[in-house]
C-alpha cells in the first residue's frame, strides 16, 4: 500500500476522527478508562495497526521533509515558557530538587543505550542519540529541530524519519506505563485524603489564572517576538561553538527574561 499522502485540512480531520475514536473508545471500554490511557495513543495504535495490516513493507519509512520551521513555531515554544512563573519554581523547593536528581540519571542512560547500540550496529552516534533523550525526553518538536541539524551537518538519510518514530514509541510507551503505574500509586492513597498544599507555593494547586486582555495578549505576543529575536541573534553568534537548535536558544532568551524579571 502506498504512502497515505493527504492535504493540510484532510489530514487535520483525519487526526480529528483518530482522536475521537480514541475518546469514545476510552469512555466505553472499562479497562482503557481505569488505567487513563490518553485517547490520542488509543487512536494512533488503531490506526497504526490497521495502516501496517495493509501495507506490503511495513516497515518501510515514509517520505520526510527538512524544511526549516517557520518562527511561528518558535513563537509556540517561547510562550510556553513565558507562561511559566519562576517564582512557583523556585516555591517548589525541594520536590522540584528531588524530582530533578532523580530524572537526571535517567537521561544518561537514555543516551548512553543509545550510544552503545549505534555502536554495536555500525550506525553514526548522531543516531543513537536521536534515539535517546533528544527525543524520548525533549519530544517531536526537540527532536525535529535536532533532525534538521544533524541532516546539514553529518549528512545522514532518514535521520527525520527515525526522529518522529523514537518520539512516537517513547509518547506511546509513556502512555501505556504511566496510566496502570499511577493508579496504582493512587490506590496506597486513603479515601477521602487530599494532598496537603500548605507550603507549596502554588505548584499543586496551580497559580491564579489571569484573564486574557487584547493589552496582555499584545503584551505576551511582543515579549514572544523579542524571545525568538533574541534567540536567532544568539543562535548566530554561536552556531560555531555549539550544535543547538535556533528555538532552544529562543527559549533560553525566554529563561533569561522570566529569571530578570523575577
Not at 480529528?16 to 475518546?23: I, S
Not at 546539514?152 to 526522529?163: C, K
Request: hydrophobic share 50%; charged share 10%; net charge positive.
Amino acid at each position: 500500500m502506498p504512502a497515505i499522502e493527504l492535504p493540510l485540512l484532510p489530514s487535520l480531520l483525519a487526526a480529528c476522527l483518530v482522536l475521537v475514536l480514541g475518546g469514545f473508545l476510552a469512555q466505553r471500554v472499562p479497562f482503557l478508562g481505569r488505567y487513563s490511557l490518553p485517547p490520542p495513543i488509543i487512536g494512533g495504535l488503531l490506526f497504526a495497526v490497521w495502516r501496517s495490516s495493509r501495507s506490503e513493507y511495513p516497515g518501510s519509512p515514509s517520505p520526510s521533509s527538512h524544511r526549516q520551521r517557520p518562527p511561528s513555531c518558535w513563537c509556540s515554544s517561547t510562550r510556553s515558557v513565558l507562561t511559566a512563573d519562576l517564582v512557583l519554581l523556585r516555591q517548589g523547593g525541594v520536590r522540584l530538587l528531588r524530582f530533578l536528581i532523580a530524572l537526571f540519571p535517567f537521561l544518561l542512560v537514555q543516551n548512553g543505550l543509545g550510544l552503545t547500540i549505534a555502536q554495536l550496529l555500525g550506525l553514526h552516534p548522531v543516531l543513537g542519540l536521536v534515539a535517546g533523550s533528544i527525543t524520548l525526553v525533549g519530544g517531536h518538536g526537540t527532536g525535529a529541530a535536532y533532525a534538521e541539524r544533524f541532516a546539514e551537518e553529518h549528512d545522514i538519510l532518514g535521520v527525520m524519519g527515525l526522529t518522529m518514530t523514537s518520539a512516537t514509541i517513547g509518547l506511546v510507551i509513556g502512555g501505556i506505563v504511566g496510566g496502570p503505574v499511577a493508579e496504582r500509586l493512587i490506590r496506597r492513597i486513603p479515601r477521602g485524603a487530599a494532598p496537603s498544599t500548605v507550603g507549596d507555593g502554588g505548584v499543586i494547586g496551580g497559580p491564579v489564572t489571569t484573564p486574557v486582555t487584547t493589552s496582555s495578549f499584545v503584551l505576551s505576543l511582543a515579549a514572544a517576538l523579542v524571545a525568538v529575536i533574541a534567540g536567532q541573534a544568539l543562535a548566530g553568534a554561536l552556531k560555531d561553538v555549539a550544535t543547538v537548535p535556533e528555538f532552544l536558544w529562543c527559549l533560553l532568551a525566554c529563561i533569561m527574561h522570566e529569571g530578570w524579571r523575577v
